[in-house]
C-alpha cells in the first residue's frame, strides 16, 4: 500500500522587488530583437535593451508581454540584464501591493 499524503501546504512566496539604489527596475517585454536581446519598456517611463543571460535563457522561455526584473548596467543606461521573470500570480501580487499599477500590465498586453 502507498503512503498517504498529508495537505499541502502553501509556501510563502518570495517575490524579488525593484531597487532604484541598485539599478533594477521592473519592465515589460515589448518585442524580441534577435541574439537574446529584447526590447522592454520601464516602469521609470524609458524603453530600454535588455540582454537575456545563459542562466535564464536556458530555463525559461521569455514572450512578449511578459512582465521582468532588469538590472541597469550603469544608472541612467539604457541596456540591462533580464535578473527574473515574474509568473502570472506574483505579477498580481505585485499589483495588489500597488508596486505596478494594473495600467502598466494591461499596456504591455495590449502593445502585442
Given at each position: ?101 494594473k495600467e502598466f500590465i494591461d499596456a504591455i498586453s495590449g502593445a502585442i
Amino acid at each position: 500500500m502507498g503512503k498517504k499524503k498529508g495537505a499541502v501546504e502553501e509556501k510563502p512566496v518570495n517575490i524579488p522587488l525593484p531597487n532604484p539604489e541598485e539599478a533594477i527596475v521592473i519592465c515589460g517585454v515589448v518585442k524580441h530583437l534577435g541574439g537574446d536581446y529584447v526590447a522592454v519598456k520601464c516602469l521609470d517611463g524609458y524603453d530600454r535593451k535588455a540582454r537575456i543571460p545563459g542562466k535564464l535563457r536556458k530555463k525559461v522561455w521569455i514572450m512578449e508581454g511578459d512582465i521582468v526584473l532588469v538590472g541597469l548596467w550603469s544608472m541612467g543606461s539604457d541596456k540591462g540584464d533580464i535578473i527574473h521573470k515574474y509568473a502570472r500570480n506574483e505579477v498580481e501580487k505585485l499589483v495588489e501591493q500597488g508596486i505596478v499599477p494594473k495600467e502598466f500590465i494591461d499596456a504591455i498586453s495590449g502593445a502585442i
